[in-house]
């Protein structure tokens, strides 16, 4: 089984940082593309970043330039640092990943997300 785990959400002030990790484990063969996405209370869950195999990177218009996506296939995780955090940030996170994975007979490519991680920006 595949499992992604993600931590480092929490409580913080506008204008500060938080940095989301997002590990993954299991009997993982490769990677495809990376993503986060956020869902506030009465919104539609948003893409907010994806990062390619090759570690290229796209971000929603609204997180430009204050988030950064990351990848480290050595430790199979990825991250998340949000700078410059404003209270419209306020979202449960979650990671997304396709993984493909090694059954003992065959492998299979599939798609998995976090648990979600609560970030919250206010004073």
């Known amino acids: 089984q595949v499992q992604l785990v993600e931590s480092g959400g929490g409580l913080v002030q506008p204008g500060g940082s938080l940095r989301l990790s997002c590990a993954a484990s299991?009997?993982?063969?490769?990677?495809?593309?990376m993503g986060w996405y956020r869902q506030a209370p009465g919104k539609q869950r948003e893409l907010v970043a994806s990062?390619?195999?090759?570690?290229?990177?796209n971000y929603a218009d609204s997180v430009k330039g204050r988030f950064t996506a990351s990848r480290d296939n050595a430790k199979n995780t990825m991250y998340l640092e949000m700078n410059s955090l404003k209270p419209e940030d306020t979202a449960v996170y979650y990671c997304n990943a396709g993984i493909t994975r090694y059954t003992g007979s065959r492998y299979i490519t599939s798609d998995y997300w976090g648990q979600g991680t609560q970030v919250t920006v206010s004073s």
């Open positions: 990062i390619t195999t090759t570690g290229n990177t």
């Open positions: 299991g009997s993982i063969v490769s990677f495809r593309a």
